[in-house]
T-cell receptor
Framework: DVKVTQSSRYLVKRTGEKVFLECVQD?????MFWYRQDPGLGLRLIYF???????EKGDIPEGYSVSREKKERFSLILESASTNQTSMYLC?????????????????FGEGSRLTVL | RKEVEQDPGPFNVPEGATVAFNCTYS??????FFWYRQDCRKEPKLLMS?????NEDGRFTAQLNRASQYISLLIRDSKLSDSATYLC?????????????WGLGTSLAVNP
């Protein structure tokens, strides 16, 4: 079974703190994603990575950065947390088109990290 | 107009009912289409991909209408365990999953 593991299910942080959200996948996926999900707004892509050290901004990258030093690990960093970053953060991974027949387009999600910024 | 639109519901149906959801998309160049299921406070999981010819998986049938730019999901003989939010997803880029557009979801409650 594909497993995508997020480091923390629930976090409470204060405004201005630096926050690290870690995600690890065990299926040799080239693609990894960070989304946030908010009521009425759905899933919004923050950052996307298609290879080690490679990243692309998603639709809402402001206030976030990412790191992908190893294929299996994708980290989301909030340099200075703000209250409007209170949200559910979902990491996902998938095979890429380059991985040939294994590519199905399916995304596999972690269980999510619910972040509250006070 | 939103890129992907779904009726948010909620759809309340009795066990055993047949229920159908539609999803419309605005970009005619969209390449591939999916239905995901998300249980309350859980992560989304793929329910089924949607193929041009339509496809069926047990009680679930997915259809694609490119001319009218909508996809549909039909659930027959609804079970209590089908209660969830169903997310329509459209991929605008065949090369990778960078351009996935997610609908806001349709909420289904199946009642005893």
């Amino acid at each position: 079974d594909v497993k995508v593991t997020q480091s923390s299910r629930y976090l409470v942080k204060r405004t201005g703190e630096k926050v690290f959200l870690e995600c690890v996948q065990d299926m040799d996926h080239e693609n990894m994603f960070w989304y946030r999900q908010d009521p009425g707004l759905g899933l919004r892509l923050i950052y996307f990575s298609y290879d080690v050290k490679m990243k692309e901004k998603g639709d809402i990258p402001e206030g976030y950065s990412v790191s992908r030093e190893k294929k299996e690990r994708f980290s989301l960093i909030l340099e200075s947390a703000s209250t409007n970053q209170t949200s559910m953060y979902l990491c996902a991974s998938s095979f890429s088109f380059r991985q040939g027949a294994r590519y199905t387009g399916e995304l596999f999600f972690g269980e999510g990290s619910r972040l509250t910024v006070l | 107009r939103k890129e992907v639109e779904q009726d948010p519901g909620p759809f309340n149906v009795p066990e055993g009912a047949t229920v159908a959801f539609n999803c419309t998309y605005s970009n005619s160049a969209s390449q591939s289409f999916f239905w995901y299921r998300q249980d309350c406070r859980k992560e989304p999981k793929l329910l089924m991909s949607v193929y041009s010819s339509g496809n069926e998986d047990g009680r679930f049938t997915a259809q694609l209408n490119r001319a009218s730019q909508y996809i549909s999901l039909l659930i027959r003989d609804s079970k209590l365990s089908d209660s969830a939010t169903y997310l329509c997803v459209v991929n605008q880029n065949a090369g990778n999953n960078r351009k996935l557009i997610w609908g806001l979801g349709t909420s289904l409650a199946v009642n005893p």
